[in-house]
């Protein structure tokens, strides 16, 4: 299973390639159009080793009141021919048609992108990537609930279709990365350190979130070898935040390998 962790900035893009530095791995990076657009994606590629793949980012453009043109998506991914990366097709949440002509209007411009389905779109529409495609992304989960609806649904991708590789959008919960076999997933829960003043602990095959006043004697020993200064976890200080951020992509970049190795088995 590929991990991407999923960056807003540049600045976050880097903290997470800096913990692949620690981990003694290349980091996978997600980034978004939305956020991104300003930034080639050759000086991307330069900042990153591991795998790149791009979201177009149009919830939270949608979410901001903004609008993502397909011409404007489509010269973006174009300009980037070379850099070695993959992109997601700008889907429309609730709105299957509209993602297929996305879909359509970015391959006509000789493009590849990752198909998109949703929670709540028809099964004939996957029926129909189905017959396209061996890799596609399952959206629109992110909020969605009950959880347990959620859950009978992806089972319900898998088994439906099981020579599909899916991708997992946004899906940061552990229990949901363990429980299927996906093909790779998305995070931005590595970022709680930044969010939510935690720190993401890697333990056996889970992902916990730590108060900085709970670590054990263990998770204090695992973050001083990661250059964590412990004497100022608490500090807003940008070098303390980055070094933080670093060694929380550290646990997630370990739960991916914990992953691989499991189902290697």
Not at 3 to 20: E, H, I, T
Not at 45 to 64: P, T
Request: proline share 4%; glycine share 8%; hydrophobic share 45%.
């Amino acid at each position: 299973m590929i991990l991407y962790l999923a960056a807003a900035s540049v600045g976050d893009m880097a903290d997470a390639v800096s913990g692949g530095d620690l981990a003694g791995t290349p980091t996978n990076i997600l980034t978004s159009y939305h956020y991104f657009k300003s930034i080639p994606i050759a000086e991307i590629r330069e900042l990153c080793k591991g795998e790149i793949v791009l979201d177009s980012g149009a919830f939270s453009a949608m979410s901001l009141g903004a609008e993502i043109r397909v011409e404007d998506y489509a010269e973006y991914l174009l300009a980037g021919d070379g850099a070695n990366f993959r992109a997601f097709n700008l889907d429309v949440v609730r709105d299957h048609k509209r993602t297929a002509e996305n879909q359509a209007r970015l391959e006509a411009y000789g493009l590849a992108p990752i198909p998109v389905f949703h929670i709540g779109s028809p099964w004939s529409a996957l029926e129909e990537l189905a017959e396209r495609y061996d890799y596609v992304g399952l959206g629109g989960m992110v909020g969605a609930s009950p959880k347990t609806a959620v859950h009978r649904w992806i089972n319900q991708c898998f088994r439906k279709f099981p020579n599909i590789g899916f991708h997992g959008l946004g899906q940061t919960s552990t229990n949901v990365m363990a429980a299927f076999p996906w093909r790779s997933v998305d995070s931005s829960s590595w970022l709680a350190p930044a969010r939510w003043g935690s720190m993401p602990i890697h333990r056996n095959g889970t992902i916990t979130a730590v108060g900085f006043n709970v670590l054990t004697q263990r998770d204090r020993v695992h973050l001083r070898e990661l250059g964590i200064d412990l004497a100022n976890i608490d500090s807003r200080a940008p070098a303390a935040k980055h070094a933080k951020l670093a060694a929380s992509a550290v646990a997630y970049i370990e739960m991916q390998q914990h992953l691989t190795k499991r189902r290697a088995k």
